[in-house]
């Protein structure tokens, strides 16, 4: 592996931990790991590094722009995959971004089924998809849909799968 596939692993692992303990994708893990990201690609590309870095966080954001936007993911989970656009570039984000996806549908699957939530769960999507779709996409924030307030609404932690669907790339093509 190489160092800008080293430096990205070890920040995909710290941001693991801190979604899973604090359900949070810290700036102080992903700030430093951008400035790293910078610095090792201008070393590698030269000042074609700095393309390639700017490019790569904006693709990374603008992926996750929408469901930011739309209340289903935090900032932190946006910030994280602009991270892995800083160090990898836009091809590369581009198969995490599907590798995280899939992996958070796993994810959501599986802990639907545990909480034996998954019929309810589909029925409260399709829902919000008909009202979304009879109000011509003028409701933006499909999370205040819920008939129940949103005080019981659980979330994933999606940091936790942009991580891995990234580390999987990371294995895979490398």
Known sequence: MRA??????GALLMCCYTDLKYRKVLNIIIFPAILAAFIINVYLLGLEGV???GKGIFV???LLLIPYILGGIGAGDVKLLGMV?????TTFVLY???????VGGAFAI?????KRVLLSSLLCIGRAIKVFLISQFKIWNLARIDDNDGNDF???PYG???SLGTMICLLWVS
Do not use: P, S, Y
Request: hydrophobic share 70%; net charge neutral.
């Open 96 to 102: 995490a971004f599907l590798a995280a996806a899939l």
């Open 85 to 89: 656009g800083a160090f990898k570039g």
């Open 51 to 53: 393309a390639f870095c």
């Open 160 to 162: 936790l799968a942009i």
């Open 60 to 62: 990374g954001l603008a």
């Open 154 to 156: 659980e979330t994933l």
């Open 4 to 9: 800008v596939d080293v430096t990205l692993f």
């Open 110 to 114: 599986i802990f639907m089924l545990r």
